[in-house]
Structures are given as C-alpha cells and as structure tokens.
C-alpha cells in the first residue's frame, strides 16, 4: 500500500509559479499511474493531470493546459506538478493520488490511493 504526502503549496500573486512534489513510500512507485486533482471549498474534485508509469503519457484538463506541467522522477519516488501563470481560479487543494488502473485515468474513482493535499491559494 503506497503512502502519498504532498508538499509545496502556499500564497502566490496571479501570474505566478508554483511546484508541487508528492512523494510516495510503501509501494512500487513504477507501477502507478499517478495523478494530480484539486477541490476547491464546495466543488467536487477536479482532476487536473495524471502521468503514466514511465512517464511517457501526460493528460491535463483543459483550463491548464500549456500552464502546468506534471513530471515524475521513479528514482527518487516523487511526482511533480510545476503550475505557471497561475490565475485565481486556480485556488484549491492540490491532491496526489495513486492507482493501478490504465495510463491516463481522469476519474477519481479510479483512483485508490490518495494523499492529504496542499493548500494553493492564488490572488489577485
């Protein structure tokens, strides 16, 4: 079972850049699929991006498309969310997650393992 611990978040100006890190322990890091979701206060949560297990498949939704970047490093067992021009609406909490299932799941349902989140907050 993988533990999932998400570090990076904070206060930034619109415009702005923020990186995410979730490091992971206690499983196969390879062998998950791994995605970045976000839940603002009475939202549903919202998937951002996922990464296939190699690296070699990204998706994102559209609104940060050509913003954010997701990337991995197996070695070091550690996904990364690199948020650039950050707007206001990005504001949310950040949440990794893990699962076995496909290469580019966007569905939280989909997911198994989830970690607590940080706190992104973008003003104006």
């Known amino acids: 079972q993988v533990q999932l611990v998400e570090s990076g978040g904070g206060l930034v100006q619109a415009g702005g850049s923020l990186r995410l890190s979730c490091a992971a322990s206690g499983g196969t890091f390879n062998s998950y699929t791994m995605g970045w979701f976000r839940q603002a206060p009475g939202k549903e949560r919202e998937f951002v991006a996922v990464?296939?297990?190699?690296?070699?498949?990204?998706r994102y939704v559209d609104s940060v498309k050509g913003r954010f970047t997701i990337s991995r490093d197996n070695a070091k067992n550690t996904v990364y969310l690199q948020m650039n021009s950050l707007k206001p609406e990005d504001t949310a909490a950040y949440i990794c997650a893990a699962t076995l299932i496909g290469v580019g799941e966007t569905n939280p349902r989909q997911y198994n393992y989830w970690g607590q989140g940080t706190q992104v907050t973008v003003s104006s």
């Open positions: 990464i296939s297990r190699t690296g070699g498949i990204t």
